[in-house]
């Protein structure tokens, strides 16, 4: 493998860097079905997005519909601090759609790229690695006219050949991208192989000093965030994420998962913008703005995520929250964690849930209750307080 002074240079020093946070909720995260937004909404989230923190927000794709390109410029004009991004294909009518609606933006971006894999150049544009590589840099030359920050993506990076990707790289920095986005879009590749990927671009293309690499990758084999960490652990700086990992299939890679990897692994070396305390608000108004009910055993936002229903499982974090909880709820924004009473819930959850409720009792009153508390556990599969307060009024007028 070929590595140059400059590109190693550029590795090392980037190995404690900030990584940029780039949501594409309101482009890749719309495309799930039955999830369109309408301007309002969408305006709505971005502010939400802009208060989290995000870097960049990638507004739409104006080209695509007229409600697309009107949300842009809503958003446009409605956030001031995140890069507001617009995407388009290796088309110049697109950029000139794309660059119209962000005229508006205080900080622009234009995201334009093409197919980097054989997959794609031969059976998606029916053309040769040669005639797409210079439509990928005719692209990103036409929208240096519009914008001085341009992203580029390599379409099915992950899955093309790799000296011809670090060719296309190396060509598309040389005419102007700023940013380069490695796609792993069908969601193919494994986590060692996606961060070798990063690495040997990062070792072999010249000019990469110039650019920010980015990681966008799909969720089709359960991967994304894994994939998405490796690549910022072998040198990317910029991750592609949308808010409760929603997406294309089966979704883009987690916000809430990458930040919180990181903020939760120090010696990563590695810090996003973003504020941990707005995840779970912001992952619940894009819930319910787009009707998507986030998985209840979702990582970090999920309504089990904090929740504790087994027996050994409630008496160890009793006993010491870190036993069981490697992030404090509060700090994602949700206010505490759950003792859940089923079943398989013991002695010391019963008496800690009673005792919130002001009730005492002794030990052996305590083992007479739990009987009885298993009873109503079988029956109802789930007790709650109410159930509770009744049990102990039957309990003690007995």
């Given at each position: 493998?070929?590595?140059?002074?400059?590109s190693?240079t550029?590795?090392?020093?980037?190995?404690?860097?900030?990584v940029?946070i780039?949501?594409?909720?309101?482009?890749?995260?719309?495309?799930?079905?039955?999830?369109?937004?309408?301007?309002?909404e969408k305006v709505?989230?971005?502010?939400a997005?802009?208060a989290?923190?995000?870097?960049v927000?990638?507004?739409?794709?104006?080209?695509?519909s007229p409600g697309?390109?009107k949300s842009v410029?809503?958003?446009s004009k409605?956030?001031?601090e995140?890069?507001?991004c617009?995407l388009t294909?290796?088309v110049?009518?697109?950029?000139?759609?794309a660059a119209?609606?962000?005229r508006?933006a205080?900080?622009k971006r234009?995201?334009?790229?093409?197919g980097a894999?054989?997959c794609?150049i031969r059976?998606k544009f029916?053309?040769t690695r040669?005639?797409?590589l210079?439509?990928g840099?005719?692209a990103?030359?036409?929208?240096?006219?519009?914008?001085e920050d341009v992203?580029f993506y390599?379409?099915?990076a992950g899955?093309?050949d790799?000296?011809?990707?670090?060719?296309m790289?190396?060509?598309?920095?040389?005419a102007g991208?700023?940013v380069i986005n490695?796609?792993d879009t069908?969601?193919?590749?494994?986590p060692w192989?996606?961060?070798?990927?990063i690495?040997?671009?990062m070792d072999?293309v010249?000019?990469?000093?110039k650019?920010i690499v980015?990681?966008?990758?799909?969720?089709d084999?359960?991967?994304?965030t894994?994939n998405a960490?490796?690549?910022?652990?072998n040198g990317a700086r910029?991750a592609?994420v949308t808010?409760?990992g929603i997406g294309e299939?089966?979704?883009?890679?987690?916000l809430e998962e990458?930040?919180m990897?990181?903020?939760s692994?120090?010696?990563?070396?590695?810090?996003?913008?973003?504020?941990?305390?707005?995840l779970?608000?912001?992952?619940?108004?894009?819930?319910?703005?787009m009707?998507m009910?986030?998985?209840?055993?979702?990582?970090?936002?999920g309504?089990?995520?904090f929740?504790?229903?087994?027996?050994?499982?409630?008496?160890?974090f009793?006993k010491?929250?870190?036993?069981?909880e490697?992030?404090?709820?509060e700090?994602?924004g949700v206010?505490?964690?759950?003792i859940?009473?089923?079943a398989?819930?013991g002695r010391?959850?019963l008496?800690?849930r009673?005792?919130?409720l002001?009730y005492?009792?002794?030990?052996?009153?305590?083992?007479?209750?739990y009987?009885?508390?298993l009873?109503m556990a079988?029956r109802l599969?789930?007790?709650e307080?109410?159930h509770?307060k009744?049990?102990?009024?039957a309990?003690?007028?007995?």
């Amino acid at each position: 493998m070929r590595v140059t002074r400059q590109s190693q240079t550029h590795y090392e020093k980037t190995m404690n860097d900030r990584v940029y946070i780039f949501d594409t909720t309101l482009r890749d995260g719309e495309q799930v079905p039955g999830c369109q937004l309408n301007t309002e909404e969408k305006v709505q989230i971005a502010k939400a997005q802009e208060a989290l923190g995000v870097d960049v927000i990638e507004a739409g794709f104006p080209i695509s519909s007229p409600g697309d390109f009107k949300s842009v410029v809503a958003i446009s004009k409605a956030v001031s601090e995140p890069v507001i991004c617009g995407l388009t294909r290796a088309v110049e009518k697109d950029i000139d759609v794309a660059a119209e609606a962000l005229r508006h933006a205080r900080r622009k971006r234009i995201h334009t790229g093409i197919g980097a894999s054989d997959c794609h150049i031969r059976y998606k544009f029916n053309s040769t690695r040669e005639e797409v590589l210079e439509r990928g840099v005719a692209a990103v030359k036409y929208a240096k006219k519009y914008a001085e920050d341009v992203e580029f993506y390599a379409e099915d990076a992950g899955r093309a050949d790799l000296e011809y990707l670090a060719k296309m790289v190396e060509a598309v920095i040389r005419a102007g991208a700023t940013v380069i986005n490695i796609p792993d879009t069908t969601g193919y590749n494994l986590p060692w192989v996606f961060g070798q990927k990063i690495k040997y671009l990062m070792d072999n293309v010249p000019n990469i000093h110039k650019a920010i690499v980015s990681v966008h990758c799909h969720n089709d084999l359960g991967l994304a965030t894994a994939n998405a960490v490796e690549g910022l652990r072998n040198g990317a700086r910029q991750a592609e994420v949308t808010i409760n990992g929603i997406g294309e299939r089966a979704g883009n890679t987690s916000l809430e998962e990458v930040v919180m990897i990181l903020e939760s692994h120090a010696g990563l070396n590695l810090k996003t913008g973003v504020d941990p305390a707005r995840l779970a608000p912001t992952s619940k108004l894009v819930e319910r703005l787009m009707r998507m009910p986030v998985q209840p055993n979702k990582a970090i936002v999920g309504a089990n995520a904090f929740s504790h229903s087994s027996g050994i499982h409630q008496d160890g974090f009793l006993k010491h929250k870190d036993n069981y909880e490697i992030i404090s709820p509060e700090t994602v924004g949700v206010a505490t964690s759950k003792i859940v009473l089923t079943a398989r819930s013991g002695r010391h959850a019963l008496k800690h849930r009673l005792e919130n409720l002001g009730y005492i009792y002794s030990k052996e009153e305590l083992n007479t209750l739990y009987a009885k508390f298993l009873d109503m556990a079988d029956r109802l599969k789930q007790v709650e307080d109410e159930h509770l307060k009744e049990l102990t009024h039957a309990f003690q007028s007995a």
